[in-house]
């Protein structure tokens, strides 16, 4: 198995939350009269993690070990947008 992966991107990190929380979130925030004319920022304390991270959780959950292939930003680009071309996707 292989797993592609943003040169120079692998140690940023990403926040990876639900939509469902997010959205619950909103809501109560919308409610609260503290947060009128504020800016909110949603900063959870967990589920921050890398693209490499992210690779090592994959590798634990299914028991395997994933050979990882970096490409760059317009590799990548072209990649989707030949695929896109096979399923007669405007790009």
């Known amino acids: 198995m292989y797993i592609l992966l943003p040169q120079g991107r ?8 639900k939509e469902g929380d ?7 925030t919308i409610e609260d009269p503290r947060t009128l004319n504020q800016t909110l920022y949603l900063r ?4 921050i993690c890398s693209m490499n991270e992210l690779a090592d959780l994959w590798e634990m ?16 680009l072209k990649e ?4 896109l071309k096979l399923l007669k996707v405007k790009w």
């Open 10 to 17: 692998t140690f940023s990190a990403g926040v990876f939350v």
């Open 22 to 28: 997010v959205a619950q979130f909103t809501i109560c």
């Open 44 to 47: 959870p304390p967990g589920n």
């Open 61 to 76: 959950k299914i028991n395997k070990s994933l050979k990882r292939i970096y490409i760059t930003e317009e590799q990548l």
């Open 80 to 83: 989707i947008v030949g695929k």
